[in-house]
Nanobody, 124 residues
Framework: VQLQASGGGLVQEGGSLRLSCAAS????????VAWFRQAPGKEREFAAY????????YYADSVKGRFTISRDSSKNAVYLHMTYLKPEDTATYYC??????????????????WGQGTLVTVSS
């Protein structure tokens, strides 16, 4: 499975962006997907998770209530809709696909496939 993340850019504080993760080359619907992010000088951290069916999601506390993850199986795509963006959301965002058990969805080591990342910059 190849993943292509897109949709990043420069946005003002309080603004919105929608990131896309397009998959090719495999049965994407059989994988759970997560978004991780890495800010400059910091470790990569979990942001959001969606199950294979799309029926289950969860979020890091730092983005809960502001970010929404969704998937469109007909398009082999997963999205991260980000609202009320803050400067601390500035990071490179990566989508990842794997088959973690639900409780391990935030563990980056459980994911087999990674996109190349898309940069989100939030100005104050």
């Amino acid at each position: 499975v190849q993943l292509q993340a897109s949709g990043g850019g420069l946005v003002q504080e309080g603004g919105s962006l929608r990131l896309s993760c397009a998959a090719s080359g495999g049965t994407f619907s059989t994988y759970a997907v997560a978004w991780f992010r890495q800010a400059p000088g910091k470790e990569r951290e979990f942001a959001a998770y969606i199950s294979r069916s799309g029926s289950a999601t969860y979020y890091a506390d730092s983005v809960k209530g502001r970010f929404t993850i969704s998937r469109d199986s007909s398009k082999n795509a997963v999205y991260l809709h980000m609202t009320y963006l803050k400067p601390e959301d500035t990071a490179t965002y990566y989508c990842a696909a794997g088959r973690p058990i639900y409780s391990a969805g935030a563990d980056s080591s459980m994911y087999y496939y990674w996109g190349q990342g898309t940069l989100v910059t939030v100005s104050s």
